[in-house]
């Protein structure tokens, strides 16, 4: 081993084995991610300082819509890896397109399965669709932090060769080579911090500007993302897109950078769009139980 590197921790990607069925620390990471989100977003809908007169969905609609959101994770993951990042394989084996359990999911496309989920609850619930994806931006960053962290106890996605760095670390399956724990920036990065911006931001501004919290976690995470692909391993089977020696580490522009600029353009479009109340629903309708009489909320 280098001189300048930590040891692989040896931890067993299988978290619970009984007999035949093995259950692993990636799917309870998605399990942690989905129940964290569920938690914090019935709180989110409980809080009446939040939300001033735009329309709410109930604690029941939470209930359901986790359920949603899981289908559309794992589908829109999936299909992501298989479009984005290893087509010509999937191709020529198509069959492995089901074979979850060898790994491959895409969070670009987790995240656009998880906002068609999010659209069609609240076309089947007659919600307001920006309202629930604000939801969603506010409480994303907690499955983000736990998938990074297993992604790390899998030893996967490890980061570019890092010699000199005084906490590299040789993964057993990237070489002999020291290397930089990627996964724990984005753990860092993409949950932690953004999980606290986001917090701040739904504090600072309420779910009163629909769209404005989802534009903010798009933009924010895509310049997180950015960050974090400077210091990431590109996919064998992709390397670099172009470029040769772009960013502090040398390499160029990676997969991951390049599905991140458009979310940041979508980000900042809906940041603008919300903060001038174009995307606040015009109609009004009566409740009853808002109040004082005559009390109105928007649809």
């Not at 998938?147 to 990237?174: K, M």
């Not at 390049?258 to 940041?271: H, K, S």
Request: charge should be positive; aromatic fraction near 12%.
């Amino acid at each position: 081993m280098p001189l300048l590197a930590l040891p692989f921790p040896a931890i067993d990607p299988v978290a619970i084995a009984v007999g035949p069925i093995t259950i692993k620390w990636y799917a309870l990471a998605y399990i942690a991610g989905l129940l964290g989100g569920w938690f914090y977003a019935r709180r989110l809908v409980m809080a009446d300082s939040l939300w001033g007169v735009v329309k709410r969905p109930q604690v029941v609609d939470i209930d359901d819509l986790v359920v949603w959101v899981a289908l559309g994770v794992v589908l829109g993951g999936r299909l992501g890896y298989v479009l984005f990042y290893n087509l010509p394989m999937y191709i020529a084996d198509p069959i492995e397109i089901f074979a979850i359990r060898n790994g491959g999911m895409s969070f670009h496309g987790g995240f656009l399965g998880a906002i068609l989920a999010f659209l069609l609850f609240a076309r089947a619930k007659n919600l307001n669709g920006y309202t629930l994806l604000d939801i969603g931006a506010v409480v994303v960053p907690i499955g983000l932090f736990f998938g990074r962290l297993a992604n790390f106890v899998n030893g996967e996605l490890w980061g570019r060769i890092a010699p000199d760095f005084p906490y590299a670390i040789v993964f057993p399956t990237g070489g002999p080579l020291p290397r930089h724990p990627s996964q724990l920036y984005e753990a860092l990065t993409e949950g932690l911090l953004l999980f606290i911006v986001m917090a701040v931001a739904v504090r600072r501004f309420g779910f009163r500007k629909p769209g404005l919290l989802g534009g903010i976690f798009v933009l924010d995470y895509a310049l997180a993302r950015t960050v974090c692909e400077f210091f990431r391993e590109p996919d064998a089977q992709l390397g670099y897109l172009f470029g040769d020696h772009l960013g502090p580490l040398g390499g160029g522009v990676t997969m991951g950078m390049l599905l991140c600029l458009p979310m940041a353009l979508v980000g900042l479009t809906y940041i603008v769009l919300a903060a001038r109340g174009w995307t606040r629903p015009r109609r009004t309708a009566a409740l009853p139980d808002e109040g004082a009489p005559g009390a109105r909320v928007e649809a």
